[in-house]
């Protein structure tokens, strides 16, 4: 049976991205590839409303490679830094931080609540150097209000870091309007690429914090990176299989910018979630990203016994979730190469399934 992914990483991946997956890798020391890298760099910036002066580095990793390498580029043991933390991958941050001796201070939010940004306005900022969030906790498919988290950010002075794996190309991120100095994505979320391939955008005030720190790691140094990427290279062998794809992958976006990739997953969340008000699932997150649509059984059901018959029975994967919330939580994702009719099959198979 052939599956259909409703999955959070990887996704159904497009057309274009699939054919430059089954081609030879060409050598990557080259002017040629280096020429791939630099429009690569130029139209994720573009598209993530970089500010004039921000760089980007590429990194070989999944993207929890890429949050350690933001946090032990820019944070060390005499800062302290606040985490926002309302689900796995805030704690994820939280570990990160844990096991390079970083203090921080960590803000809970109960799952799939929505963090309300007066809390910030309540503490007192001045001992954080920096904020680190995930705009879109994808655990539970709550999406934070990162402009004005930001906005309180850039006043306190404080760095604001943000995860945008799982909202880059499904929510609105502007790194310019919203105070972001350090974004962070990944190749096997919106961008529907193999995973490994992880990049790190970094505003001029993230690039001046960064000239005055001593990098604690080698393979992840955001200072070597960057020094390599002037010339379109990197220090060690990329993904090179996964740049070509998001080389096609970016000439296709480019051509509709990211307003139009917004508006296409907020438009099959929005016809997801009408289709599915009728259905006994009720929708966990407070405030939802476009990415995926978060459902708790209503009827007794376990979530992860959803899962497991959707996918034995139909072929259509959604994405479970483990730890606390397994059997009270599966998601619908709503990225990559998904179409209304992908969703109209789903919503057959959980009225099928609904007791
Ligand atoms: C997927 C994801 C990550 C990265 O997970 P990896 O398995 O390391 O690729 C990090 N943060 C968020 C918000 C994610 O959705």
Redesign the pocket.
């Known amino acids: 049976m052939k599956e259909t992914l409703f999955t959070?990483?990887p996704v159904e991946m497009y057309p274009e991205v699939l054919k430059v997956g089954g081609e030879q890798l060409p050598y990557f020391r080259t002017e040629d590839f280096s020429r791939i890298v630099l429009a690569c760099d130029e139209s994720l910036r573009r598209l993530a409303d970089a500010p004039e002066g921000s760089r980007s580095v590429f990194l070989t990793c999944?993207?929890?490679?890429a949050?350690e390498a933001a946090v032990i580029n820019l944070i060390d043991q005499n800062d302290r830094v606040l985490i926002i933390n309302g689900g796995s991958?805030g704690e994820?941050f939280c570990e990160i931080c844990s096991d390079h001796g970083i203090p921080f201070d960590s803000l809970d939010v109960v799952p799939g609540r929505d963090f309300d940004p007066d809390r910030l306005a309540s503490l007192d900022l001045r001992p954080y150097r920096a904020l680190l969030v995930?705009?879109?906790?994808?655990s539970t498919g709550a999406l934070y209000d990162v402009g004005a988290i930001g906005g309180i950010c850039s006043k306190a002075g404080l760095l604001f870091v943000v995860?945008g794996?799982?909202s880059f190309l499904c929510d609105e991120l502007h790194m310019d309007r919203m105070h972001i100095d350090l974004l962070?994505t990944?190749s096997?979320?919106a961008l529907g690429l193999a995973?490994g391939l992880?990049t790190v955008i970094l505003s001029p005030r993230a690039l001046e914090d960064l000239e005055a720190r001593t990098p604690r790691t080698h393979y992840l140094s955001l200072k070597r990176h960057l020094s390599d990427m002037l010339r379109g290279q990197t220090p060690f062998t990329p993904a090179v299989g996964v740049i070509l794809q998001m080389h096609a992958r970016l000439q296709s976006l480019g051509a509709e910018g990211a307003g139009a990739s917004v508006e296409r997953c907020g438009a099959l969340a929005r016809h997801f979630r009408q289709a599915i008000s009728a259905l006994p699932f009720l929708p966990f997150a407070e405030r939802p990203s476009n990415a995926l649509t978060a459902l708790s059984p209503a009827d007794g059901r376990s979530a992860f016994d959803a899962f497991l018959e959707l996918k034995d029975r139909f072929g259509l994967v959604v994405t479970p979730n483990g730890g606390p919330l397994r059997d009270r939580v599966f998601r619908v994702g709503h990225m990559g190469n998904l179409h209304e009719a992908d969703l109209d099959r789903l919503i057959i198979a959980l009225r099928s399934i609904s007791k």
């Open positions: 959070v990483g999944s993207g929890s490679g949050m991958f994820r995930n705009a879109h906790e994808t995860d794996i799982s962070i990944s096997q979320k995973p992880s």
